[in-house]
């Protein structure tokens, strides 16, 4: 019996680029405690080319709900392709989690194919929700978090809880098979892994100020050392990429891992997505061995801009002046140090452009293993300060939930023609400007050949700033999406 059917949409272009698809880890977390009580079956839409068939089976066994998850972007397209299925087969409600409408509850459970949305974390409430559900009769107030349009009141489910994470249980990896989901990462197949939500910093573009409402939680020492254990002995994974958004921030716990790891002889490669400037600043030579030595292998570090300016504009409370010293610190330990970038920001001139193209290039000259993300177009992102600004200053608010497919990489709206342009060329360019990043994700050996041959001018466009020509861009959709239509436009 099948009682919660949960549904992986595409991402996007990552799908096509990557050894393997990253581990559905909203959904799973998300379903942490209802797998306990609910039987539950996952189909992955990235996986799964009969997803469509495997879906209809399971919508014929009248489960509780069908869960989906959404980030800002072309994830919607494919999260709403799954709803409609859902719909046209059935009546079964269609539940959405995740960042978007996390960002956007009211607009988003408009939408004809959503039921029931939960904001912000998910496990504590998915739980209610499919309890009231499997009880029936309609009642679904008192969930804090949960957006739906079926009750016209549910002032108290606007409250959202934010979970403790030591409370929750390990995520159900089981739901899935491992084998599809380990990203290659230096050789070593990577398990995606969540010790902290949040941060507590104040950077006005973030969706942390909206989303975790400006508060870091995290699992403990012990509690994070006893999950990887588990998966290295019982899973035989021995490499982990750690998704928080700033993993640093108490230093004494990610030492007393650390510290674990060496101990226990795990000997794994780690990386970690979030670590602010300020952190690493904080950081002694001792203290960045033991990371060296416990398997840290890549860090990855929001610097956003190579203009004091518009740092300040952010209020990053950064100074390119620390971003250089911490490049050069690193330097002696074998670790990687992934800087991203954005463009487009409001008041952001070409000369501020132009100190981010240098501040790249001069990272890469002073660090061999500094590399570069693509240079990203800014979004304003509702509840953020920029937004806000942003909305002050002429932003074409978008209304519906499909007004947001075609925003990921690139949401300039609300910015002039010319300026959208130069963002978007310069993120193009700078997708090619990493060797070893392409080394360790682009499995694909033709896309790797013409990675190679296409770097130089790459470079060069992005040094000039010369994006006046570039059939390049055209191609790449040709090669990507060969049926003609951009993944971001809805049948
Ligand atoms: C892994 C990851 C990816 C994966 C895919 C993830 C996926 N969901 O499919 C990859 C690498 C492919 C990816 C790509 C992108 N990502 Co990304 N990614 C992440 C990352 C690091 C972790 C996501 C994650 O697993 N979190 C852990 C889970 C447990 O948290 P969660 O998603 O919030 O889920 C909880 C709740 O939302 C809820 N929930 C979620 N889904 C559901 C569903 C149901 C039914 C229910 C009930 C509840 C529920 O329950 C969960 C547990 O509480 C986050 C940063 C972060 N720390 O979260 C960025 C992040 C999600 N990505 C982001 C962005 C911008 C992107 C990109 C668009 C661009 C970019 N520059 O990277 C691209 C998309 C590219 C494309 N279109 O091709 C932003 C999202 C902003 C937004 N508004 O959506 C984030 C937040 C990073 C950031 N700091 O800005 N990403
Ligand atoms: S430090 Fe990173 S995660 Fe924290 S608010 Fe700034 S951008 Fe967001």
Not at 272 to 280: L, R, V
Not at 388 to 398: E, F, H, M, S, Y
Not at 444 to 463: Q, S, V
């Amino acid at each position: 019996m099948t009682e919660v059917i949960l549904v992986q949409p595409k991402v996007g272009d990552w799908d096509m680029v990557r050894s393997h698809p990253s581990l559905p880890l909203s959904l799973l977390t998300a379903a942490s405690l209802v797998s306990r009580e609910f039987s539950i079956v996952l189909i992955d839409m990235r996986t799964m080319n009969d997803w469509k068939n495997r879906l209809k089976a399971e919508l014929d066994k009248n489960p509780l709900c069908v869960g989906t998850t959404s980030l800002t972007g072309r994830q919607i397209k494919y999260a709403l392709e799954i709803s409609r299925f859902v719909k046209e087969n059935s009546n079964i409600p269609v539940v959405w989690g995740g960042v978007h409408v996390s960002l956007f509850p009211e607009s988003s459970v408009n939408n004809e194919y959503i039921d029931f949305i939960i904001q912000g974390d998910g496990e504590i409430a998915f739980l209610q929700l499919v309890r009231r559900l499997k009880e029936g009769g309609g009642n679904f107030e008192n969930i804090n978090g949960l957006w739906s349009k079926h009750i016209a009141t549910c002032t108290n489910n606007k409250k959202r809880e934010l979970c403790d994470l030591d409370k929750l249980p390990t995520v159900p990896y089981d739901l899935v098979d491992l084998k599809y989901y380990l990203p290659s990462f230096m050789g070593r197949r990577t398990l995606y892994l969540e010790t902290a939500r949040g941060c507590s910093n104040d950077c006005a573009f973030c969706y942390n100020s909206v989303y975790h409402l400006r508060k870091w939680r995290s699992r403990s020492a012990e509690k994070v050392i006893r999950d990887i254990t588990d998966i290295v002995h019982n899973r035989k994974i021995n490499s982990f990429y750690i998704i928080d958004d700033n993993f640093f921030v108490d230093l004494k716990r990610a030492r007393k891992i650390a510290e674990s790891i060496v101990d226990q002889k795990l000997e794994i490669y780690w990386e970690s997505q979030g670590i602010t400037i300020s952190s690493a600043l904080k950081m002694d030579r001792e203290y960045i061995r033991l990371l060296e030595k416990s398997g840290l292998k890549k860090v990855h570090f929001g610097v956003e801009s190579g203009s004091d300016r518009i740092l300040k504009l952010v209020n990053k409370r950064i100074s390119i002046d620390e971003v250089l010293q911490v490049n050069r610190k690193f330097k002696e330990f074998d670790i990687i140090l992934q800087y991203n970038f954005m463009s487009g920001f409001p008041s952001e001139t070409v000369n501020d452009i132009k100190s981010t193209v240098n501040l790249v290039f001069e990272l890469m000259r002073e660090n061999k293993r500094a590399i570069i993300s693509p240079i990203c177009p800014f979004t304003p992102y509702p509840g953020t300060k920029m937004y806000d600004d942003a909305i002050k200053t002429g932003l074409r608010a978008r209304e519906k939930l499909e007004d947001w497919i075609e925003s990921d990489y690139g949401d300039t709206i609300w910015t002039s023609k010319e300026k959208a342009r130069l963002s978007k060329s310069l993120f193009f360019s700078s997708m090619f400007l990493d060797r070893h990043r392409q080394k360790s994700m682009v499995q694909n050996n033709f896309l790797k050949l013409a990675i190679n041959l296409y770097r130089p001018i790459a470079k060069f466009r992005i040094k000039n700033l010369y994006f006046d020509f570039m059939p390049e861009i055209l191609l790449k959709e040709k090669i990507f999406y060969r049926n003609g239509r951009n993944p971001g436009t809805l049948k």
